[in-house]
C-alpha cells in the first residue's frame, strides 16, 4: 500500500508546491517516531503523514472548486474556518484519489488541523506531528515535543490550549471540534 502512495509523489507536489511538500515529508518522519513509541501501526502513520495536507491548495477559490468537485459541503463552519478545509478535502482525496479504505487512516488526516473528542492513537499521532516536525517554531513548541513523546493526551490538551489561545487572538472563527477536543483531553488529563 505504501509504494503506491509514494507514486503519487509529483502529483501532490504539483498541488501543494514544495515548500508545504517539504514539511510533509517531516510530518511522515515524525509521525513514524511517534507510532513506534506509541506501538501504532506504522505504516498507518507513514500513509497519514504522507497524505495529511495533500489538499493544502493556497488558492482559497480552487480549494473550494475542488471542496464542490469532491462533494465536500464547505457551508457552515467550513466556511467560517476556511484554514481547516483541506484537511476534510485531504480525507476525501485520499480515498478517491489514493485508494485509502482505512478508516481510522481517513480520520487521521480529516482531524489533523481541529482534533475532536475520544482520538485514536493514530489521529493523536498525526495531529501532534503536525505540529512537532523539525521546522515547527512557536512558543511552546519545545514543550510541546517533549510532551508529545511521554503522553499523547496531554500533549493533545497542551497543543488545543495553545491553538485556541492563538486562534482567539487573531479572532478568528474556533470550530467546536477544537473546543469540544480540548475539554475532552482536560477531562483525560485532570
Known amino acids: 500500500m505504501i509504494d503506491d502512495i509514494f507514486r503519487y509523489e509529483d502529483e501532490i507536489k504539483n498541488r501543494i508546491g514544495e515548500k508545504r511538500f517539504q514539511h510533509t515529508l517531516r510530518v511522515k518522519d515524525t509521525a513514524i517516531k511517534l507510532a513506534r513509541i ?3 501501526d506504522e505504516e498507518k502513520a507513514e500513509i497519514a503523514g504522507f497524505l495529511h495536507d495533500c489538499a493544502k491548495i493556497r488558492d482559497i477559490e480552487l480549494l473550494k472548486q475542488k471542496s464542490a468537485e469532491y462533494g465536500l459541503n464547505i457551508e457552515g463552519e467550513l466556511e467560517k474556518a476556511p484554514q481547516v478545509i483541506h484537511a476534510y478535502l485531504g480525507s476525501i482525496l485520499a480515498q478517491k484519489l489514493y ?13 489533523h488541523t481541529t482534533g475532536r473528542e475520544n482520538m485514536s492513537d493514530l489521529e493523536k499521532i498525526i495531529f501532534l506531528a503536525d505540529s512537532t516536525e523539525p521546522m515547527r517554531n512557536f512558543e511552546g513548541v519545545d514543550k510541546l515535543r ?24 487573531k479572532n478568528v472563527y474556533i470550530v467546536i471540534d477544537s473546543i469540544k477536543a480540548r475539554n475532552f483531553y482536560r477531562e483525560m488529563v485532570y
Open 99 to 111: 485508494n485509502v479504505c482505512d478508516k481510522d487512516t481517513l480520520n487521521a488526516i480529516k482531524y
Open 38 to 40: 506509541y506501538s501504532v
Open 146 to 169: 517533549e510532551l508529545s513523546v511521554k503522553d499523547l493526551d496531554m500533549a493533545m490538551y497542551y497543543s488545543l490550549n495553545n491553538t485556541i489561545k492563538m486562534l482567539a487572538d
